[in-house]
């Protein structure tokens, strides 16, 4: 039996469930276990260069068959800003904590040439993007690799935007959301409820996003219009995700229900658990560099305090689901709730 909507049984998925692709948190071994749970595994390559989404991508293939989705970011990246106010506004962290400034952690990147270039060789199931779309040239080519192209929305507008620019199927990324909010039309987020996006009537398949931890959440997010969900936080838990000890401990506990967006850690609002450098400064700064520069200056404090134990200065990026998820490997993750969604479905409402 197989709950996946067309969209993605046609690409090798049994369950009707997306493994986020999390920058800094999945790799190659999360994606593994969510395509043998019968799910989408995904890689995110927003700061990986092309060889290393080539050897990352035929990694899972030798381990694997199944839906191999490889997400990019889309956004415009700027000239490199002045940081004196920043780096003056974190100086006495850096005093306290006894470093100094280091070198600059890889960016997160746009999609550009050369990354359609190694989705060509690639060639994967799905290619998915944040921020909006990339040019049309660019969109072109991808789509005659024959991969399915799926885009971030945070607003009915932007839904509506995707399906009419050429995506396959439209990720609805509700306020409950963690990590970066994928908006791009407005010129601010404002964060709409998953709700609110799943009642948008829309020509393309919907995955629902934000809040989904368990089968009650899939089987509500499914009743409520989605085709599918995409599921970040509960995977964070799984021993496969490329998170701190400290930043794992907080999963599963009440303190991780205590959550803000914040543009502290990379210039742009995301959903993350609130920690020292939140409640010192406030979810957002003047000061911020813009997106993506802002974790540069923060990357020495952050290393020190995790080799501490300690999330002072992490982005601890979190669903509103996050007290209720619990460690399992990411192949038990998406099998039991497959198994678990499709008994809830069959129970008369």
């Not at 070198?103 to 909006?132: K, M």
């Not at 000061?287 to 520069?293: K, L, N, Q, R, T």
């Not at 490997?329 to 008994?343: F, H, I, Q």
Request: proline share 9%; with cysteine.
């Amino acid at each position: 039996m197989t709950l996946a909507p067309r969209v993605l049984a046609e690409c090798g998925a049994t369950a009707p469930i997306v493994q986020a692709p999390m920058a800094g948190a999945g790799g190659v071994q999360l994606a593994i276990g969510a395509i043998r749970g019968g799910g989408v595994g995904s890689l995110p390559c927003a700061m990986l260069g092309p060889q290393a989404i080539v050897e990352q991508a035929a990694a899972v293939r030798a381990a694997v068959s199944g839906a191999l989705n490889l997400n990019f970011f889309c956004h415009t990246l700027p000239a490199p800003p002045d940081e004196t106010a920043w780096r003056a506004l974190l100086a006495p962290y850096y005093t306290a904590e006894g470093v100094e400034p280091g070198a600059s952690p890889a960016l997160r990147r746009p999609f550009d040439a050369d990354a359609c270039a190694t989705v060509e060789q690639v060639r994967p199931a799905i290619v998915s993007f944040h921020f909006g779309l990339p040019e049309p040239a660019l969109l072109d080519r991808v789509r005659a690799t024959g991969a399915r192209i799926f885009g971030n929305a945070t607003t009915p507008d932007e839904m509506r935007w995707l399906a009419d620019h050429g995506a396959d199927a439209v990720i609805a990324q509700g306020a409950e959301a963690g990590g970066h909010a994928g908006w791009f039309l407005a010129e601010a987020h404002t964060p709409v409820p998953l709700a609110e996006l799943l009642a948008t009537p829309l020509a393309v398949p919907v995955i629902a996003a934000g809040g989904i931890v368990d089968a009650a959440d899939i089987a509500a997010a499914l009743r409520q219009g989605a085709d599918a969900v995409q599921i970040g936080t509960a995977y964070l838990a799984t021993p496969e995700s490329l998170i701190s000890d400290p930043y794992r401990a907080l999963l599963g506990t009440h303190a991780s229900g205590d959550a803000a967006f914040t543009t502290l850690f990379s210039g742009r609002e995301a959903r993350g658990i609130r920690n020292r450098l939140m409640h010192d400064l406030g979810p957002d700064r003047r000061e911020v560099p813009p997106f993506p520069y802002a974790s540069a200056a923060l990357a020495p404090l952050r290393a020190h305090a995790e080799a501490g134990g300690r999330t002072d200065y992490s982005p601890l990026w979190a669903g509103a689901g996050a007290p209720r998820v619990r460690p399992e490997s990411a192949e038990t993750l998406t099998r039991r709730l497959a198994t678990e969604t499709a008994a809830l479905l069959s129970e008369p409402v």
